[in-house]
């Protein structure tokens, strides 16, 4: 079934087109990840659904549907929630509808000894309703989420209002999935999740039964989560059917199929051209007036352009430093009053590539600081001729007054074509480089702070989440650089592509402990996987004696009651046979006062056998079940 649908769009910004001749649809099983790069109109397209999804819908060209009655769940960069509300009951708010049927259940319930039919009918379709909507475990489901995404349980009684800007994110990605719409759209929704909060949300959109539509810049989680890819790019739309990884592969046919198209209508294009030139005055003149306006009517083909053909950035350094570059001995790590982590020891060798792993809120960015300014503390002990360069994610080395031209050109000693050549090579096209660095997108400041990083020609590079923003283009150009680079890499991030592809050591920030994994992201979770097996085994083999102990004690005890349920079925039987020969013997006397007392007793005690009997038997099932 179709839940959206495009046809011959165009979008505009001001004067100039940002989409043109968009045409898609978008299917109920669907799970499609967007991608392009910054600026190329993901957010635009998605703004396009939404607008028409509230009714603003304003179209420059062309037509969408939407299928009746769709409920679309949008996380989008700027988040909206009630920041009066503390993070649990933003989530209760989804399900105040339940509420409202429990709260009517339990008036029906206490006028449920009336006996009443309509009562007694209300209630069972209020119960029926609550078992529908999965009602009465909500406060289960909404913990599984809160939980998954990196919350603990002191913190949902958290006010929004306190929360951090990252905090604030999960909280509305939280609410998004509890609300289980049709349609699911997520903006960089990873951004602000630590490692085991993507795995857990990957799983959890695994499952997701209905559709999806997501921006990422996270190949590991593209791949994992998506079953078709919609490429923006020179504001057309490309729909290829697959992950991203069956994209890259599809894309790079379609490119070296479109070149070979292009170069064989060149060489076509050359000698119509040769033949026009060597004939037009001659003999031939007619027919080379003919070629002329064929020519003139043909549909050229565009040169491709080839993400592998852009020139390659790098990182450079200025001089060797000696082969220690950082030693930690005995060292604590606090965060603020708080303490992360004690007993620190490890040393971080000239070339090494180190990554520094944890969940939210270990340390990990506060560990980097230590990198980037040795001078915080007196257990850092430093080598000699050490040149650190250090990115961070509120991009402080940039001049938000400058324009991305000057502030290459009034930092570093390079002409005008040095300066273009650079930026162009990060993806700046020619309109960026006027543009203030206030007004830039969080992934085009990221680019040009590692511009600036790389001039600085550092032989130690501290990087705290550098992937973050940036499309996955632009990650590729870093990370080939990263591979070239010849000093020492110290890096935080939550980009398991990137973590496999540059770190061959990890710092592991848990449990406020730092452990050392030689080997590199992959190595190191198969090691976890293999820990996880090994604890579940020691943890089985105990569940495993106490299950047999349980279950012996069980089987005791169900014997117990089975012989003890026998002796009181006898004993009301005995009971009953006594009050029938009463009852016989009033009837002789015709008492009957005495008949209908007698034979409300032994009603009574038929009521009770009856149920002492089905007790029995489950009691009987249960025991011989054991045994078996």
């Known amino acids: 079934m179709t839940l959206v649908q495009f046809s011959a769009v165009d979008r505009e910004y001001g004067a100039e087109k940002i989409l043109e001749d968009i045409s898609f649809a978008l299917q109920e099983s669907d799970k499609v990840g967007l991608i392009g790069v910054n600026g190329c109109g993901k957010t635009t397209l998605i703004k396009t659904i939404m607008d028409k999804y509230i009714g603003k ?37 989804l399900f105040s509808h339940i509420e409202s049927i429990k709260a009517e259940l339990k008036t029906v319930e206490n006028d449920i000894t009336s006996g009443r039919e309509e009562t007694l009918q209300r209630h069972g379709e209020l119960i029926s309703k609550l078992e529908f909507l999965e009602g009465f475990d909500y406060h289960y489901k909404i913990d599984q989420v809160l939980f998954g995404i990196g919350f603990v349980k002191d913190e949902l009684s958290k006010k929004i209002e306190v929360l951090s800007g990252g905090e604030k994110n999960r909280v509305a990605l939280a609410k998004i999935l509890l609300s289980n719409p049709d349609l699911l759209i ?27 539509l997501v921006v990422s810049h996270d190949r590991y989680f593209l791949d994992r989560v998506t079953n078709k890819t919609f490429e923006i790019e020179n504001r057309k739309l490309c729909s290829y059917n697959g992950n991203f990884s069956k994209f890259v592969e599809l894309k790079r046919e379609k490119i070296l199929s479109h070149e070979r198209a292009f170069e064989k209508q060149q060489k076509e294009i050359k000698a119509t051209e040769a033949y026009i030139l060597k004939y037009k005055a001659g003999i031939k003149s007619k027919q080379a007036r003919g070629r002329s306006k064929q020519l003139a009517r043909l549909e050229r083909i565009d040169k491709v352009y080839n993400q592998d053909n852009i020139s390659k950035f790098r990182f450079e350094i200025r001089r060797v430093p000696t082969d220690k570059i950082f030693q930690l001995e005995k060292f604590t790590l606090f965060g603020g009053k708080k303490l992360l982590a004690k007993h620190i020891s490890f040393s971080i060798y000239n070339g090494e590539r180190v990554g520094i792993l944890g969940k939210n809120g270990t340390g990990k960015s506060t560990l ?38 000057n502030e290459l050109r009034y930092n570093f000693p390079l002409n005008e074509e040095q300066i273009r050549s650079i930026l162009s090579n990060f993806l700046f096209e020619e309109g960026d480089l ?54 020492t890499l110290v890096v935080v991030s939550h980009d398991r592509y990137f973590l496999q592809t540059l770190v061959d050591k990890m710092l592991i920030i848990q449990d406020e402990r730092v452990t050392i994994f030689d080997g590199d992201f992959e190595a190191y979770k198969a090691s976890e996987k293999r820990v996880e097996v090994q604890n ?43 009050l029938e020969n ?25 009521s009770s056998i009856l149920e002492a009997f089905d007790e029995w038997e489950t009691l009987l099932s249960e025991f011989e079940s054991l045994k078996s």
């Open 582 to 606: 009463l009852y016989e013997d009033a009837g002789r006397k015709n008492e009957v006062s005495k008949l209908l007392s007698l034979q409300e007793a032994i009603a009574t005690l038929e």
């Open 536 to 578: 579940s085994d020691k943890e089985e083999q105990v569940l495993n004696y106490q299950e047999t102990k349980a279950l012996k004690n069980r089987s005791v005890s169900l014997e117990k009651k089975v012989a003890k349920g026998e002796e009181r079925i006898t004993e009301l039987e005995s009971e009953k046979q006594v």
């Open 434 to 487: 006027s543009k203030k660095i206030s007004v830039l997108s969080g992934g085009e400041r990221a680019k040009l702070s590692l511009i600036k990083l790389s001039l600085q020609k550092p032989n130690v590079l501290v990087l705290d989440e550098p992937t973050n923003h940036l499309d996955i283009y632009s990650k590729e150009i870093l990370i080939d650089s990263l591979l070239d680079y010849e000093g």
């Open 368 to 405: 980097l600081k230590y990198f980037e300014n040795p001078l915080l503390s007196e257990e850092l002990i430093l080598g000699s001729n050490l040149e650190i360069g250090y990115f961070d994610q509120n991009h402080t080395n940039l001049d938000f007054s400058s324009t991305v031209y």
């Open 186 to 212: 997520l903006d960089e929704p990873t951004n602000h999740l630590d490692i085991t909060g993507i795995e857990w949300l990957e799983e959890y959109l695994v499952k997701f039964n209905k559709a999806i």
């Open 57 to 93: 819908e304003h179209l420059e060209k062309g037509s969408i549907s939407l299928q009746k009655n769709l409920s679309i769940g949008y996380l989008s960069q700027n988040v909206s929630l009630n920041y009066e509300n503390s993070i649990i009951q933003e989530m209760e708010l």
